[in-house]
């Protein structure tokens, strides 16, 4: 059983009234309140870093390290100011339920799609989402996109299955909660930071910037709200913790 133990009021009278305890018991204690491990990574940075990198582990296949990303056609915002937006308040949002680590948390960075990967492999996460907004030269091109790991990629074939498992519940209830259009949940194998993982990952492409009236939604903060609480009820209906146990 994994049911959460409410914390705060038992650690309080662990520390006032009990006898110190031993450190098994307490140890024994921390491991039943184990909580999924969230990596959120906020798409792009304010300067993209165009020098090359492999696209997979040993591949002579090299893309740039990051690219500059897309920006808001009404409000002029860049893409990378908001997906860092969406993933602050994701990180707030999931921090009752979940323990999360942020790839950034400025826009004053510079780290490289395969080493956003390795940050979140090295955090041995059980999920990477990465925040991203589309742009399109049709500016009436407007909706959600949902992209896992390829299964037809050697690089990311062992995530492909757990990642799309997970998305196709993240995305069923963003889009209820958003009420935004859906462009499908699609596989992708030409990633840098998908080729680098090994752990499962979801990418959300949050909506349009191209698209004057999604551009100004996407900056709306109670429309980023409902995102960020369609991603929280996608991940805790599939029931993380028991996936986690049934899993390796
Ligand atoms: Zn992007």
């Known amino acids: ?7 705060e ?31 959120i990574e906020a798409g792009h940075q304010e300067k993209a870093n165009l020098e090359l990198e492999p696209t997979a582990p040993g591949s002579k296949i090299m893309k740039e390290k990051v690219r500059g990303g897309t ?4 409000t002029k915002k860049a893409e990378y100011q908001l997906n860092l937006e969406v993933a602050m308040m994701l990180e707030n949002a ?47 091109v407007k909706g959600m996109t949902f992209i896992y790991p390829s299964p037809e990629n050697e ?10 498992d997970i998305l196709e519940v993240v995305a069923q209830d963003i889009i209820s909660e958003t009420g935004a259009k859906s462009r499908g949940i699609i596989p992708r194998g030409d990633l840098t930071g998908f080729n680098w993982l090994k752990v499962p990952s979801i990418l959300i492409e949050m909506g ?3 698209n004057k009236e999604e551009d100004v939604l996407l900056s709306n903060a109670e429309y980023q709200r409902r995102i960020v609480a369609g991603i929280k009820k996608g991940l805790i209906n599939y029931d993380f913790i028991n996936n986690m146990n049934s899993g390796q």
Do not use: W
């Open 71 to 74: 920006q808001g056609v009404q």
């Open 1 to 7: 059983m994994n049911k959460t133990i409410s914390s």
């Open 208 to 210: 349009f910037m191209t």
């Open 94 to 140: 999931l921090a009752e339920d979940f323990d999360v680590v942020m790839v950034r948390r400025t826009n004053d960075v510079d780290i490289s799609n395969s080493e956003r990967a390795m940050i979140c492999n090295d955090a041995e996460a059980d999920l990477m989402i990465r925040l991203h907004a589309d742009g399109n030269e049709n500016s009436q």
């Open 9 to 39: 009021s038992t650690d309080t009278e662990v520390s006032i009234k009990q006898e110190p305890l031993a450190d098994g018991e307490l140890l024994k204690k921390t491991d039943n309140v184990k909580k999924p491990l969230i990596c």
């Open 155 to 164: 690089y990311t074939k062992p995530v492909a299955e757990k990642s799309k």
